[in-house]
């Protein structure tokens, strides 16, 4: 795998959700990332090797409750950049492969953990998904339409944007710090926190007096009639964002609806709902096949919704490729794009010890005790 990551090591420890896509991440970009499953963890993740969070990596089982499955994985870790982990605080440490040990191995080492609410607080040993985290942030209560319960944005703010993402801009950050200092650290990635952390513009926008606390009645949040998306003669919709000035005047102008009095006042809030319903009415009078004609390309900020089906298909993301086929199946595309080292396309993950053993042969394991563990199911 090439990209500007190759030449990166990474031990990741199976996970679901923001683990696997913080180590997506970082394979994607080039990095050698090899992951650990626990032999007996059944259920952990369904068909790993057809999940896509699960690309452009190596992975085999270990037997992590016995001695030799430990000092194996050490031994891994002590060739590692980054170690990734996303168990419940104290799992690590007792299973013996805690960051106080890690470290002593390897003092260059990132040892990256993801979990909800820290590894501190509270909080820190209770269960939870991506709908408690960032309930605790705000970011929840300030996702919804005017009058409805807080409406959760799939998994993509606390799993996604404040979990796996997160935690590999950390990670690669420590890097950097690690090849400076010639030290290692702990990455200590708090879901609540990366989501808060994303809430930001919002919560200095509430500081101002620019955003008041209640769900769909602001600027972004579906308040406004100038951002929000659309239902169309035929059932399906488009969106609109234009916030500034210049883009707002030129959909009137394209709607036909320029010389308005009431929709000259963008920003009157006291109209947003009278508006909206004038929208909603004048967006039902065409397709959005011939709305797309009319505004799509142009300066109004528009463009058509379109379903998971749709998306791989519109021109413009055919163009720059920003889905591709892997093993007969259409992905996103490794992002951002890097012009001086290019990421590879994804492959799918390549499973089985064979995977690995010529890593492990160069760590000092002979073939001999290799095949031993194998036999004695301490690898798989």
Same mark, same amino acid.
């Given at each position: 795998?090439?990209?500007?990551?190759?030449?990166?090591?990474?031990?990741?420890?199976?996970?679901?959700?923001?683990?696997?896509?913080?180590?997506?991440?970082?394979?994607?970009?080039?990095?050698?990332? !090899?992951?650990?499953?626990?032999?007996?963890?059944?259920?952990?993740?369904? &068909?790993?090797?057809?999940?896509?969070?699960?690309?452009?990596?190596?992975?085999?089982?270990?037997?992590?409750?016995?001695?030799? @499955?430990?000092? +194996?994985?050490?031994?891994?870790?002590?060739?590692?950049?980054?170690?990734?982990?996303?168990?419940?605080?104290?799992?690590?440490?007792?299973?013996?492969?805690?960051?106080?040990?890690?470290?002593?191995?390897?003092?260059? +080492?990132?040892?990256?953990?993801? %979990?909800?609410?820290?590894? #501190?607080?509270?909080?820190?040993?209770? &269960?939870?998904?991506?709908?408690?985290?960032?309930?605790?942030?705000?970011?929840?209560?300030? %996702?919804?339409?005017?009058?409805?319960?807080?409406?959760?944005?799939?998994?993509?703010?606390?799993?996604? @944007?404040?979990?796996?993402?997160?935690?590999?801009?950390?990670?690669?950050?420590?890097?950097?710090?690690?090849?400076?200092?010639? *030290?290692?650290?702990?990455?200590?990635?708090?879901? #609540?926190?990366?989501?808060?952390? +994303?809430? #930001?513009?919002?919560?200095?926008? /509430?500081?101002?007096?620019?955003? *008041?606390?209640?769900?769909?009645?602001?600027?972004?949040?579906? @308040?406004?009639?100038?951002?929000?998306?659309?239902? #169309?003669?035929?059932?399906?919709?488009?969106? !609109?964002?234009?916030?500034?000035?210049?883009?707002? /005047?030129?959909?009137?102008?394209?709607?036909?609806?320029?010389?308005?009095?009431?929709? $000259?006042?963008?920003?009157?809030?006291?109209?947003?709902? /009278?508006?909206?319903?004038?929208?909603?009415? +004048?967006?039902?009078?065409?397709?959005?096949?011939?709305?797309?004609?009319?505004?799509?390309?142009?300066?109004?900020?528009? &463009?058509?919704?379109?379903?998971?089906?749709?998306?791989?298909?519109?021109?413009?993301?055919?163009?720059?490729?920003?889905?591709?086929?892997?093993? @007969? &199946?259409?992905?996103?595309?490794?992002?951002?794009?890097?012009?001086? %080292?290019?990421?590879?396309?994804?492959?799918?993950?390549?499973?089985?010890?064979?995977?690995?053993?010529?890593? $492990?042969?160069?760590?000092?394991?002979?073939?001999?005790?290799?095949?031993?563990?194998?036999?004695?199911?301490?690898?798989?």
């Amino acid at each position: 795998m090439s990209g500007p990551l190759a030449g990166v090591r990474v031990v990741e420890f199976a996970g679901i959700g923001p683990g696997p896509f913080c180590g997506m991440m970082l394979a994607d970009h080039g990095a050698d990332v !090899i992951r650990i499953d626990r032999i007996g963890a059944q259920g952990l993740v369904s &068909a790993p090797d057809k999940d896509f969070l699960n690309r452009s990596r190596r992975s085999f089982a270990v037997d992590l409750k016995v001695p030799e @499955g430990v000092a +194996l994985v050490r031994a891994l870790c002590r060739s590692a950049d980054a170690v990734l982990e996303g168990y419940r605080p104290g799992v690590m440490e007792r299973l013996g492969l805690g960051p106080d040990v890690l470290l002593e191995d390897n003092e260059r +080492l990132v040892y990256g953990r993801m %979990t909800g609410w820290g590894q #501190t607080g509270p909080c820190a040993q209770a &269960a939870g998904h991506d709908i408690n985290y960032i309930a605790l942030s705000g970011a929840l209560h300030a %996702t919804g339409r005017a009058g409805q319960p807080p409406t959760p944005p799939m998994n993509l703010i606390g799993d996604f @944007g404040g979990g796996g993402l997160m935690l590999a801009f950390g990670v690669v950050s420590a890097i950097l710090s690690a090849r400076t200092t010639g *030290r290692g650290q702990v990455v200590d990635c708090a879901m #609540t926190e990366g989501s808060a952390v +994303l809430m #930001t513009m919002i919560y200095s926008l /509430r500081a101002q007096g620019l955003w *008041r606390d209640e769900r769909g009645v602001n600027l972004l949040d579906s @308040g406004c009639h100038f951002y929000d998306a659309y239902e #169309t003669s035929d059932g399906r919709f488009i969106s !609109i964002g234009p916030v500034e000035p210049q883009f707002y /005047r030129l959909l009137l102008e394209k709607l036909g609806v320029a010389a308005d009095e009431d929709f $000259l006042a963008q920003n009157d809030a006291a109209r947003w709902p /009278r508006l909206k319903t004038r929208l909603e009415a +004048l967006f039902r009078t065409r397709t959005r096949d011939q709305w797309c004609e009319l505004l799509e390309g142009s300066d109004a900020c528009f &463009a058509p919704v379109l379903s998971l089906d749709e998306a791989p298909r519109h021109p413009h993301n055919a163009a720059r490729r920003a889905f591709v086929p892997v093993d @007969g &199946a259409l992905q996103p595309a490794p992002a951002p794009r890097f012009s001086q %080292t290019p990421s590879s396309d994804p492959r799918p993950m390549r499973a089985g010890f064979s995977e690995v053993a010529s890593t $492990l042969a160069e760590l000092g394991y002979s073939a001999e005790w290799l095949s031993e563990l194998k036999t004695r199911n301490v690898v798989a």
